[in-house]
């Protein structure tokens, strides 16, 4: 298997983060994006289309927005799986739906192919750096032969267990993060329309019980005026929670708080905050607050 060689299929926020940090440890990367120069951006050939990269490559990484297009990447007829060959391994760094998952390898490994799900976390700052934490699920003698792969673009890399499970796991990590944010931005809009100081009020809950990933590293710099531009959308993240919700239902659970956050990102979706980054939630409940801003210029 030559590991100075892949292929890269989805060039966008993320993908072309990941791309950039393969390239720039010295794997020659072929990748594949419907956007015109997302390839040159990333700093990898450009593929003329997947049967190219299947073709010449024998992994292939996935950096794709939802189940429903990994599928169709995966199944229509210029796809993955009319043009694979025995042998070739699957990484599939999308947030996935894993019975959609669990099906597509089963369908992969009739013909021979290993298929690799990893959930990616850390955001695009971790992307941009290659510290992204991935979590991993399939054949471990697979995963093994493609650390090489992993080594640029993550600094933590946890196998979870057989197909599926790298993707349920980040669908249970997605959702503690869409609770963290969602929660936050409502406490911290509170806070600002009671007078308090934001900094000040970071500063107590990142020393009391309320700590968490939002204010230690979102809302000390979103008070700033800088909402870290270039990761997971609201729409995304609705996305996820919606199939966070899915995946309890498949387990027979009853999901008892994903409510609040999905109403507080479908808000943000339907004041037209779904595009930007999932953090402008902060800013769709402002609105409904008053028109609160935690921060201006007069700050």
């Not at 990616?120 to 971790?126: F, H, L, R």
């Not at 870290?228 to 993240?237: A, C, D, I, N, S």
Request: net charge negative; charged share 15%.
């Amino acid at each position: 298997m030559n590991s100075n060689k892949l292929g890269f299929i989805g060039l966008g926020n993320m993908g072309g983060r990941m791309t950039r940090c393969l390239v720039n440890s010295g794997i020659d990367v072929l990748g594949f994006d419907p956007q015109p120069d997302a390839a040159k951006k990333a700093g990898a050939r450009e593929a003329q289309d997947i049967r190219q990269i299947m073709s010449e490559c024998d992994v292939i990484m996935l950096s794709l927005p939802d189940s429903k297009v990994v599928e169709s990447v995966m199944l229509n007829p210029t796809g993955i799986l009319a043009h694979c060959r025995s042998g070739q391994i699957i990484i599939d760094l999308s947030t996935a739906s894993a019975a959609s998952t669990l099906r597509l390898n089963a369908q992969l490994k009739e013909k021979g192919v290993s298929y690799i799900d990893a959930g990616i976390s850390g955001g695009a700052a971790a992307a941009e750096k290659g510290q992204l934490t991935l979590m991993v699920g399939g054949e471990e003698t697979a995963i093994q032969m493609i650390e090489w792969a992993f080594a640029p673009i993550a600094s933590k890399v946890v196998v979870m267990g057989s197909s599926g499970a790298g993707h349920t796991t980040k669908l249970l990590n997605n959702f503690l993060n869409a609770v963290s944010l969602a929660a936050t931005a409502e406490v911290m809009v509170a806070g600002k329309k009671a007078g308090l100081d934001l900094q000040r009020l970071l500063d107590v809950l990142n020393s009391s019980s309320g700590v968490n990933f939002a204010t230690i590293n979102r809302f000390p710099r979103i008070i700033q005026g800088d909402y870290l531009e270039g990761g997971l959308t609201g729409k995304l993240m609705t996305k996820d929670l919606v199939l966070y919700a899915d995946l309890l239902h498949q387990l027979g659970m009853t999901s008892l708080n994903s409510a609040g956050p999905l109403a507080s990102f479908g808000l943000a979706t339907a004041l037209g905050y779904g595009d930007v980054i999932s953090n402008r939630v902060v800013d769709a409940i402002g609105d409904i607050s008053g028109g609160i801003r935690l921060y201006s210029s007069d700050n």
